[in-house]
């Protein structure tokens, strides 16, 4: 027994040294704080380009020095330094698709969801809460991941955790998260029942940059599932869609705006959707816009001018008509960061680590990941 407890005391001691060693390293790196960018096509390291190497390397250290699980069990640990270094460590892990899996095999997504329901002597701060939302999206990354995240409840926690929180870059991490979750048919009724369009929509009021990309990229995402078209066309989110598209609306970059324009047009396309379209002031004028102005290639053109010619067709029939079938998967970030190392390897809009780099803008993407 005594051996067993001196064993321990060495393994949590190496764990902590470890973390100490991490976080001096963080501390004298370049570059963002936050672990995912959920809108480049690669994972990239959540600290600047010229820290990122020191990062992997410290990580690599770490997850050989103690393992996966004693460095899930440090996010439970009761000091809130321990959890926050353990946090990112995970989050950079979790840009990795090969330990995408195994994190949740873990039981890392429990303990990061412990991260955002903290009381007491374990409640976390906004920068904690923040880097493990950044874990999140890079989690949701692996669609298998996807419906054990709903499950577990973790769009309500994000839900309050945007309420509370004051810094653009956690709410940028929630939309990153909410983005990868959004596309995949499969879970499309679980997240809707969490309020993920809702959060996704209430979170488009915001005159960040950084989070309209997302938000703009989780609509994109999300008018890829046939119920998700229809759902953003009845349930409040087309306004803020067809806001994001303008051309003038401020505050909105070229990658969000792109983003919330495949979105616009996958919500036109489709027959059941007419009315609403007719009916939401801007839609046709940004349609008509982009089919015969949108820049970055002809396929937004063409999109622009089907979804015209749907609604010109069904417009005196009330917009009733055969939904079409979704094409592909969901649009691909927009080339941005990767994952919170740190936001998807595919061509959509679809899902994306999150982390610092930068990049530039992804259109819809084909298949979801």
């Known amino acids: 027994m005594a051996e067993r407890m001196s064993l321990a005391s060495t393994r949590i001691a190496q764990s902590r040294a470890a973390v100490a060693s991490l976080s001096t390293l963080e501390r004298g790196g ?11 096509n690669t994972p990239t390291p959540y ?9 992997r390397d410290a990580v690599q250290k770490l997850f ?15 000091d809130e330094d321990v959890r926050l270094h353990a946090v990112k460590v995970i989050a950079n892990l979790a ?3 090969h330990n995408q899996g195994r994190i949740v095999e873990e039981e890392g997504l429990a303990a990061l969801l412990d991260i955002f329901r903290g009381k007491g002597s374990k409640s976390n701060g ?26 577990s409840g973790a769009v309500e926690l994000l839900t309050l955790f945007a309420h509370h929180a004051a810094e653009p870059q956690s709410h940028r991490m929630v939309a990153g998260a909410v983005a990868n979750l959004c596309g995949n048919n499969e879970v499309e009724v679980k997240l809707h029942a969490a309020g993920g369009l809702e959060l996704l929509t209430a979170l488009s009021e915001s005159d960040s940059a950084e989070v309209l990309t997302q938000v703009g990229r989780g609509f994109a995402n999300y008018s890829r599932c046939g119920r998700g078209r229809r759902r953003m066309a009845l349930d409040g989110a087309l306004p803020r869609v067809v806001a994001l598209a303008t051309q003038d609306f401020p505050g909105v970059n070229s990658a969000a705006r792109r983003h919330a324009q495949v979105a616009l047009c996958e919500i036109a396309m489709d027959a059941n959707n007419v009315r609403a379209i007719a009916e939401q002031p801007g839609a046709i004028d940004v349609l008509a816009h982009l089919a015969e102005h949108a ?3 002809s396929s937004l053109r063409r999109a622009a001018g089907k979804a015209i010619g749907v609604v010109m067709q069904h417009v005196g029939g009330g917009g009733d008509g055969d939904s079409r079938k979704s094409e592909g998967g969901r649009s691909n970030r927009d080339g941005g960061s990767g994952g919170l190392s740190l936001d998807d390897s595919r061509q959509r809009s679809g899902t994306q680590p999150i982390s610092g780099g930068g990049g530039g803008s992804s259109e819809a993407r084909r298949d979801s990941g």
């Open 30 to 40: 370049e570059g963002r704080e936050d672990p995912m960018d959920p809108i480049s």
């Open 295 to 297: 820049a970055g290639g």
């Open 47 to 55: 600290l600047g380009a010229t820290a990122a190497g020191f990062k």
């Open 95 to 97: 840009a990795d698709t």
């Open 126 to 151: 906004e920068a904690t809460c923040r880097i493990a939302a950044g874990a999140l999206a890079n989690l949701a990354m692996r669609e298998a991941n996807q419906s054990d995240i709903l499950d």
């Open 64 to 78: 050989h020095q103690v393992g996966l699980r004693a460095i899930v069990g440090m996010v439970r640990y009761d």
